[in-house]
């Protein structure tokens, strides 16, 4: 509900109900997700000595990033689709089989032997199950508005949570296993299966799954839509006498609640140039995160910091991704009474800064930068959410808009941003590291701004 200065608290329940156990179901779905996303980094130089690339040429497996985040993308869209096709709760009934195929896929990574070919196509369903397991998530959260702000920053904590630990269990596991990686993807699989458990949950625990609730809200909407008013489910609706239901239809018809003409051109334009915004935003951003993220690791061996021990190495990625963890959390209760606005300025403008001071000034401790580094950027996701969300409407449609243009916008960048990254190392070695990673900050701000200044729909 909204309290008496206007901001909204917890127990807000506009909009359709879901049970705070669903929403926390989901929201520790996305544990896993983020270990799914960042695996790869931190594993990338055990996995590429079996393909036959080599620890000190690992940059050349940047395409196993564009693979992954092509599955990503793949997963994001057919999600999308397959929602549309569904209907009401379609995004609810999506979350427990995205979740099966990614882990089954992720159990046989570390099966995949010296082929490449193979390995690939793990990676690949690993994020095509990812890529639908983040849209759904993203858009029962943000329809459900209850505090849509600060359950957004939850479910995205809860995302760097995983990633935290994807690296810190990589580095536990070459430790106390003397190099191998099976303890790792086997508290990975205890991960997903415990996210499996909590979704199925929702249809005993709680006032009711979530699907039954969207499912609930879009029987309202379809209702709505043949002429019943919207507080009427459409079962009651079916029970109504025809004469009933025909003065209904013909209230409906009425010219006070015809539906509006077509949007003019430049309407269309505009709103267009809002879903392009979002698009590219969210690109640049996700492409951002996990390209540092991903190739921290590495970075580490090429620069000398990890001496050689693969260990020291993840400790550098563990760093970034307990950051961006602890900034999100942070930012739960920042939510609630600093506009997304200001957090996405806070954002951008501390991330500049400090790829700035890394040029300009010798700065030891590649593990405390790179926790700057996460802490800086943690909070724009779920502030980018929050603010398309806004630009695209407000309502349950402009949700899941956001929600699917933003997803799909930060697969793209998952997809090119670090393959480019790895490419740039490649060639000019890891000093080029930290520029390539300021001028995707600059472009991140450019398109974050372009979305701040676009008005409302």
């Not at 700057?372 to 969300?389: C, E």
Request: proline share 4%.
């Amino acid at each position: 509900m909204e309290s008496a200065t206007g901001r909204r608290g917890w127990g807000d329940d506009s909009g359709p109900y879901v049970s705070t156990y669903a929403l926390l179901s989901v929201c520790c779905s996305f544990v896993y997700l983020g270990v799914s996303v960042a695996f790869l980094g931190a594993t990338l130089p055990q996995l590429l000595p079996s393909t036959g690339s080599g620890a000190a040429g690992s940059t050349r497996g940047g395409w196993l990033f564009g693979v992954a985040g092509a599955g990503y993308f793949v997963g994001a869209v057919g999600n999308g689709w397959l929602v549309g096709c569904l209907g009401g709760g379609g995004a609810w009934s999506l979350l427990v089989p995205s979740l099966v195929i990614s882990a089954a896929a992720l159990l046989a990574v570390p099966w995949s032997g010296r082929q490449q070919w193979l390995l690939a196509l793990l990676l690949f369903g690993t994020r095509v199950g990812a890529g639908s397991l983040d849209v759904s998530g993203n858009a029962v959260v943000a329809q459900a508005k209850r505090a849509t702000g600060a359950w957004m920053q939850l479910l995205h904590a809860l995302f760097s949570v995983g990633a935290t630990l994807a690296p810190l269990l990589a580095s536990l596991s070459l430790r106390w296993t003397h190099g191998g990686m099976a303890m790792a993807f086997g508290c990975y699989m205890g991960m997903a299966g415990v996210s499996m458990l909590l979704l199925l949950g929702t249809r005993w625990v709680g006032n009711g799954s979530g699907r039954a609730a969207m499912r609930a809200d879009h029987r309202a909407v379809e209702a709505k839509e043949d002429g019943v008013p919207a507080d009427v489910s459409k079962d009651v609706a079916v029970e109504m006498p025809s004469s009933t239901r025909g003065r209904a239809a013909a209230n409906a018809s009425r010219p006070d609640s015809m539906p509006a003409p077509p949007a003019s051109y430049p309407s269309r334009l505009l709103h267009a140039a809002r879903l392009l915004a979002v698009l590219c935003a969210f690109a640049l951003y996700a492409g951002y995160e996990v390209s540092l993220g991903g190739w921290l690791t590495t970075y580490a061996h090429l620069t000398g910091y990890a001496a050689g021990n693969a260990a020291h190495a993840d400790d550098v990625a563990t760093a970034f991704w307990a950051a961006v963890a602890t900034g999100r959390l942070l930012a739960v209760p920042l939510s609630l009474w600093v506009s997304p606005v200001a957090l996405l300025a806070a954002d951008v403008v501390a991330s500049l800064s400090l790829w700035v001071a890394r040029q300009l000034f010798s700065m030891n401790g590649l593990a405390v930068a790179a926790a700057a580094w996460g802490l800086a950027l943690a909070p724009a996701y779920a502030a980018s959410m929050g603010l398309s969300v806004r630009r695209l409407g407000g309502d349950e449609r402009a949700a899941v808009e956001a929600a699917a243009w933003a997803t799909v916008g930060a697969t793209l960048g998952e997809m090119l941003l670090p393959w480019i990254a790895g490419r740039i190392m490649s060639r000019w070695g890891a000093r080029s590291f930290p520029l390539t990673n300021f001028v995707y900050v600059a472009l991140w701000g450019s398109c974050s701004l372009t979305l701040v200044l676009l008005p409302n729909r």
